[in-house]
């Protein structure tokens, strides 16, 4: 089945202690991306990757990094996680420019 | 910068009517036009695709249209029934070389009472 993998679904931790979310997809996309959903402000873009070793930074990127080392994977990292940075959090794959977005089922972080 | 807005912000309706939701954007350059349903703490479900080459699209009781030149798009839901209840939300992919930079609008929640 085609699909767009995060984990984990749910994550509780403390300020400062360094985080991955992961994300896998199966249908050899060239194009990943992850967003953050927040109330009032909708879905805001953190960073893309248009290919392998290829990343970009969206609306947001301040306090994440990414990493795109295999064309299957698009990792989300929180080096130093702050409270501002609890959120639902997705990620989203493509072929390519005229092809649709396919979404993951979200990952809620909460930062205390 | 693109911008996209959606209109209503919210709509309550009665089961069985036709509605339309509406999503404007500032920048015409774009690759194509996608809408979403999100259910409350789910994922978002791809409904339908609007290339930009396109005028409408259809899937059942839903149709999707586009008009660069107004900068519009609009979903109608034909027959609505309350499994349709869900926040709809439209994206915009941009043309050229950064079509990575998708844009949301902040949605439109639907609720459809029996």
């Known amino acids: 089945e085609a699909q767009v993998t995060q984990n984990p679904r749910y994550l509780i931790t403390v300020t400062g202690k360094k985080l991955t979310v992961t994300c896998s997809q199966n249908?050899?996309?060239?194009?990943m991306s992850w967003y953050r959903q927040d109330p009032g402000l909708g879905l805001r873009q953190i960073y893309y990757s248009m290919n392998v070793e290829v990343t970009d930074k969206g609306d947001v990127p301040e306090g994440y990094k990414v990493s795109r080392k295999e064309k299957r994977n698009f990792p989300l990292i929180l080096e130093s996680p702050s409270p501002n940075q609890t959120s639902l959090y997705f990620c989203?794959?493509?072929?390519?420019?005229?092809?649709?977005?396919?979404f993951g089922d979200g990952t809620r972080l909460s930062i205390l | 910068k693109q911008e996209v807005t959606q209109i209503p912000a919210a709509l309550s309706v009665p089961e069985g009517e036709n509605l339309v939701l509406n999503c404007s954007f500032t920048d015409s350059a774009i690759y194509n036009l996608q809408w979403f349903r999100q259910d409350p703490g789910k994922g978002l479900t791809s409904l339908l695709l609007i290339q930009s080459s396109q005028r409408e699209q259809t899937s059942g009781r839903l149709n999707a249209s586009l008009d660069k030149s107004s900068g519009r798009s609009t979903l109608y839901i034909a027959a609505s029934q309350p499994g349709d209840s869900a926040t709809y939300l439209c994206v915009l992919v941009p043309g050229g070389t950064s079509y990575g930079k998708l844009t949301f609008g902040q949605g439109t929640i639907l609720t459809v009472h029996p």
């Open positions: 249908m050899n996309h060239e194009y």
């Open positions: 989203a794959s493509s072929k390519g420019g005229n092809q649709p977005q396919h």
